[in-house]
């Protein structure tokens, strides 16, 4: 089946949900900007629902996903949510 053919494709290459870490990653590259902006708060917004769904991302990027999301909570004086993070991982 058509369903069956897909599923296979996305297991031989995993890059086939290409699209979703491409936006993910987009995500990843503003809130860095805000963060060397200074815009801790505006970051979090960015990266809060981005990660939940790390899985869409290589480990390297969801490490830096992870690490940026930490650093920004800190730089709000939030270290019970930045220690969350850390122990969600």
Same mark, same amino acid.
């Given at each position: 089946?058509?369903?069956?053919?897909?599923?296979? +494709?996305? /297991?031989? +290459? @995993?890059?086939?949900? =290409?699209?979703?870490?491409?936006?993910?990653?987009?995500?990843?590259?503003?809130?860095?900007?805000? /963060?060397?902006?200074?815009? /801790?708060?505006?970051?979090? =917004?960015?990266?809060? @629902?981005?990660?939940?769904?790390?899985?869409?991302?290589? +480990?390297?990027?969801?490490?830096?996903?992870?690490?940026?999301?930490? +650093?920004?909570?800190?730089?709000?004086?939030?270290?019970?949510?930045?220690?969350?993070?850390?122990?969600?991982?």
């Amino acid at each position: 089946t058509a369903a069956a053919a897909a599923s296979m +494709d996305a /297991y031989l +290459d @995993p890059c086939a949900s =290409e699209g979703e870490e491409v936006a993910r990653v987009c995500q990843l590259n503003k809130a860095i900007l805000l /963060y060397k902006q200074g815009s /801790y708060g505006e970051a979090i =917004e960015l990266l809060e @629902p981005a990660f939940a769904e790390l899985e869409v991302l290589h +480990d390297g990027h969801a490490l830096h996903m992870c690490t940026l999301l930490m +650093d920004c909570l800190l730089a709000c004086h939030q270290p019970q949510r930045a220690a969350a993070v850390l122990l969600a991982q």
